[in-house]
Every structure is written in structure tokens, then in C-alpha cells.
């Protein structure tokens, strides 16, 4: 009994061991979660109160900066989103005439903007190979541009430069002022002289502009005997569309989640893309099919090409003959070519007419100094080639013999269909149409565009070129840490862009009225006097100083010129001016205006 006894006492014992010791470890257990969960609490507290010292601190210091609002992590993702759609004024507001370079980061990327003309020479010349456009960039327009030269560095972008430099030679400017540019300005002349309600100036504009660099790079597209306006307005278009959904992904970070789901703006920028990729095959494939049934170029070196597609076909037929791979990357090249050439020649163009004729709007007294002028230089024009006749204050109505004349100069000038579109005019209208072939043909020539002749008309052009610049902002980035000239300190791999609309409204630059439309700040003994263009760099400055300048002024005064001497141009009232958010700077709305024609005896 005593052994059963000690065995149950031994039994009791060891099942009270095993409940105390399955209490401790449950009590240790316990305890151990509570410290992790402690610790857990009080690492968050202290983490949260470091990011409240944190911010802070980097509010405080935004106190003193003069600097755009940042936010910690985000930078100033935030605040440029909120100001997206005036964001050239909003950058413009934190220049001053002592702080000239500001910076801005975006996530992880540093930016830095300026408009000190020593930091842009310094970006554009002096230290031009440490400020390329760069892979970021190239990666986020490469959906647009490809490799074409408004995208591209290095040998690349050289060849594209070479290329298209012999298309803006002396000779092929004159041609295309005598053919091309005169053209199809009279066929907006003769739109607006049919016109008895408001127009959406930009848009005529824009269609101008469209068909003149087709005809520049493709050589004839749309077919002159009949009424293209439909189809090239739904290509150009698309392609105004892609522009600005392409200039979405500079300030919206998911933009490639989107572009990798197919949704958003990014699934409207394929499908316009889609359609103007489109079109520019079709007009490579055209032209392929033209030269190779041109018997007289077949196996010849060279060939005299009249367009600029032409010239890389033929540059590029040696390397990709008989190589079917070289033959689709050469496709690709030529296409990304004629991608930069028609957006250059086309939006750029038809942009600074558009701010040009709101200009007008707004200060007719300038409107009416540039009509005296041109009026000036017609009787002079005039009475050198011996005409006494002097057209500005001619009222009767042209003889059939004239009218002959006029038409017959339309017809050379590639003007289809007169005599049909003169029979629907009446005599008014007619006399206009005829006066508008004269002055264009005996008065708007190469010399007298391509000189002093027009003083006040080009400087009026250059001024709305210092306040509304068609490309309003230009980026690069630094290859190798730098110092620019005022100082800032950049790191490899920082971005830096000038800010060509900025830069046009700074007192220290342009005097106190910086912010007014005053050609007659150009104006010197008479004469036109450029400007530095690391100062005014509405056309770039350095290697990559912009090809077509000479061209683009041509076909500018040409333009204005017509339709300055023929109508009279007043905003239509309450129509909203605002620039759209592109890589080119046109406007939101369009330009609504009221077009009146001048009176054939008004005299100045």
C-alpha cells in the first residue's frame, strides 16, 4: 500500500510539474508577444515622429527657398501635376532677375531649369557633348519619334542633320518659295476671301502648314484636283492627339503601366499613332514604287531628287539591297526621319502664324504698321518693274486680259481649277483674288522676303517668337558632373533644360516690358537686328541651332504677308486663348477670329 502510495504522490507530482511548466512556457509565450508587439508599436511611433520631424523640417526649409514646393518622397511630382495646364507660367513665376536657375525633383530624378543665356551656351556650345538629349528622354518619345533626328544623338542624329541640311540650300528655298510656300498661301487667301463668318484661324493654318511639308518631304501626297482638306485634317489630327498624350508621360510616372494594359491615354496614343505610321508607309512604299519606274535613275550613284524622302531612299538603297532585314530597318529609319521633318515644318510653323495673327488681334496698331509697310514695298516693288499702276489703291476691276494673266500665273504656281472658282466670286471678290496672285508673285519674291525689305513685319514675327516660342521648353541631360556658369552644381545623370517661354518674359533680359508685344525692340536704324541666340532661343543655338530657320521665316512672311495686306483680323470676344500642353505650343481652343477684307482703294 506504502508503494502505491508513493507511486500515486510520484504520479501527482509529475502532473503538476507538466501543468506548471506548460503554464510557464505559455506565460513566456506571452510575454514574448507582448515585447515583439511593443517593440513593433513603438518602432512605428518613433518612425512616425522621425517623419514628422521630417516634414518639419522640410517645410521649414521651404521657407527659404525660391524653389517650387516640394513634398517629401514625391518632390514636386505634386504640385506640377496641380498646375499642369499652365505649367510654363507656373515654372516662370520662380525665375527672377537673381535667381535664375531653379530645381525640381520628380520621384528620384533631379531637374534643374534655367534661364541664364551663360548656363545655355554653356548646355548647347561651350560643353555641347555633356548635354545630350539622353536615353530618358529618348525612351519616353521613341513611340513618337523613333530615331529620328529630334530624337536621336551621336552619328545618328549627325547623318539625319547632314541629309536634311541640303533641302534648305539657297536654291531650294528659293523653289519653295516660288512654288510650295506662294501655293498653298493662296489657298488660304482665297478661303478667307470667301469667308463671311468666323474661322478657326489656326486650324487653316495648321492645314497649310500640313500640305506644304508633305509636298517638302514627300514631294506631291494629296491629289490637287481634288479636295483633300478631310482626309489630311484626319491625319493631322491624330497626329495632334498623339503629341499631347506623349507630353502626358513627362509628368505621370504609371504612364508604362498603362502603355503595358493598353488603357487610358495611352491606348488612344497607339491607336492615333497606328494611323499616322500608316500614312507614312504608304507614302515611302509610293515613293519606292515612283523611283523604280524611273528608267533614267536606275544604277546611278546619284540622282536629282526634288523631295527629301527621295534623298534617303537613295542614301539608303546601297546598304539595304538584296537584305531584306536592312531593307524593314531602313524602312523604319527613313520613316523616323519623316516623323521629326513634318512635325518640325508643320507645328512649329503654323503655331508662331497662329500667336502672330492673336498679336494682331490684340494690338491692331501693329496690324496696321505691318500693312503700311507691305503697302510701301508693293509701290515700290511696282514701279521698279515698271507698273504704274500701283495696286494698293487700284479700284476699278481687272480687264479680262489681267484676269487671264492672274490665272495663268495660278495655274503655273500649281493653283487648280481657277476659272471654276473665279465664276463663283463675285466681281469684288474677284478683283481680291486677282490683286492677291499679283502682289504674291511680283511682290512677295525671294529677294524681298529673304532681306531688310520687311523689317517690321519680321520683327513682329521674331517678338512673337520671344513670347510665344514653338518649342517652349528644351531638355537634356548631363552625361558627367558639371558646374554651370552661375554655379549650380550638377551630377551625372541630372536633367537640364533652358526655357526658351521663360526666358522671353525676364526683365533682365528684355527690360520692364518684357511681358509687351513690341517688335520695335528689334528694330535698329531700320533695320532688323537678331539677338544672341543663347538669349533669344526660339530656334535653338549651337550644333543643333535649328535647320530649318531660314525656311521657316520664309514661309512666315510669305504667309502674313498675304494676309495682313488683304484682310483685317479681330478676335472673336470671349473666345478663350490658352496654350494646349505639347512638345509644340499651340493653342487649346484654336484662334477664332472675325476676318474682314480690306478695301482695294484704302489708302495709307
Known sequence: MLNNL???????????????????????????????????IIALLALAFYAC?????????????????????????LEASRNYDRLLDWTT?????????????????????????????????????????????HYRLFDLLGNGILNTDGNMWRMHRKLGSLEFSVKKLRHLTASVYKRNALKLVDELITSNQEVDVQELLLDMTFQSICEVAFGSVFDPERDCTAEAGSIAVALD????MITRRYMYPWWKINKFLGIGSERVFREDMT???????????????????????????????????????WAQEKTSHQDTLASRKSKQMIKDAMMSFVLAGRDTTASTLSWFLYCMCIYPDKQEKIFEELVKLENLTLRGNGNKNEIDVTARSYSDENG????RRAHEAGQMFVNAKTSKLNDYERNMFNLSRKFAEEVLIYENLHSNSLPYLHSALAETLRLYPAVPRDGKVALKADILPDGTRLRAGDQVAYIPYAMGRMQFLWGPDASSF?????????CFQPESPFKFTAFQAGPRMCLGKDAAYLQMKLTAALLIRFFRFELVPNHPVEYRMMNVMTMKHGLRVNVTVRKMNQEV
Not at 526649409?61 to 516640394?70: E, M
Not at 541664364?116 to 554653356?122: F, G, L, Y
Open 53 to 77: 520631424l521630417r516634414v518639419l523640417a522640410h517645410r521649414r526649409a521651404q521657407r527659404y527657398t525660391k524653389d517650387p514646393k516640394t513634398w517629401p518622397l514625391l518632390g514636386s511630382q
Open 404 to 407: 487671264e494673266v492672274a490665272a
Open 241 to 244: 492627339n498623339a503629341q499631347e
Open 93 to 137: 513665376s520662380f525665375f527672377t532677375d537673381d535667381h535664375r536657375t531653379i530645381k525640381m525633383t520628380f520621384l528620384s530624378r533631379r531637374s534643374y531649369y534655367t534661364v541664364d543665356p551663360a548656363n545655355v551656351e554653356h548646355i548647347l556650345k561651350t560643353n555641347f557633348e555633356n548635354y545630350p538629349k539622353g536615353g530618358e528622354s
Open 275 to 313: 494611323k499616322f505610321n500608316n500614312f507614312l508607309m504608304d507614302m515611302i512604299e509610293r515613293k519606292e514604287s515612283q523611283m523604280q519606274n524611273e528608267v533614267e535613275c536606275r544604277d546611278r550613284d546619284y540622282a536629282p531628287v526634288q523631295d527629301l524622302l527621295s534623298r534617303f531612299l
Open 6 to 40: 508513493e507511486s500515486t504522490s510520484a504520479i501527482s507530482c509529475f502532473v503538476y510539474e507538466g501543468s506548471l511548466h506548460s503554464r510557464l512556457v505559455s506565460l513566456l509565450r506571452t510575454s514574448f508577444y507582448l515585447d515583439i508587439t511593443e517593440l513593433i
Open 518 to 526: 513690341n517688335p520695335e525692340r528689334w528694330i535698329r536704324d531700320g
